[in-house]
């Protein structure tokens, strides 16, 4: 054994990098801390699609949501049927109003909360659905970079078969000629 090999040996170890070891003591290595994340990360993620995507909605459900889309297209087609009503009956429209100001005040601050609440609820149910919906989205990243990457090897191994330019490679053509 040559000296440098000895030298090599005593720093560096007989089958490992004994600085690389000695530093790991005190830093943790960027490479299989990232592995370590990206794995932890994809797990949580397939449990947080498989969470979502297993609700099947029924056709209560489904009633339900089309009976909740009802209220804000009808209170706001109901508000340009006033402005309507006001043009062309004003007398009509008129004792309509008066009407509506004798309603006491309790009574607005209630309509007021109950209107609130739906919409706020309605928010945060739109707010969950859109968060389902990401994490689909999100689960089915892995496969589509996967097919991306397959795309890209056979492009690849393409023009490893072609010459510059995408013209046929002389010397693969030379040997195909004599195997043939």
Not at 164 to 174: D, H, K, S
Request: neutral net charge.
């Amino acid at each position: 054994m040559g000296m440098i090999a000895q030298l090599g040996r005593l720093l560096f170890g007989p089958g490992g990098n004994v600085i690389r070891e000695t530093a790991e003591v005190f830093r943790v290595n960027a490479e299989a801390e990232a592995a370590r994340s990206a794995g932890l990360q994809g797990e949580a993620l397939q449990q947080f699609a498989a969470e979502f995507l297993a609700q099947r909605r029924s056709r209560f459900d489904r009633f339900m949501d089309a009976l909740n889309r009802v209220p804000r297209p009808a209170m706001a087609l109901g508000t340009l049927g006033l402005f309507v009503a006001a043009m062309v009956d004003p007398v009509w429209f008129a004792a309509r109003m008066a009407g509506i100001a004798l309603v006491p005040e309790p009574l607005w601050w209630l309509l007021g909360a109950i209107v609130s609440f739906y919409f706020g609820a309605r928010q945060v149910q739109k707010g969950q659905d859109h968060r389902r919906d990401l994490a689909a989205t999100i689960a089915a990243v892995p496969g589509v970079v996967s097919q991306v990457q397959d795309i890209e090897r056979l492009r690849g191994g393409a023009d490893i078969l072609s010459g510059p330019g995408g013209t046929e490679n002389p010397a693969l053509a030379e040997w195909r000629a004599g195997q043939g």
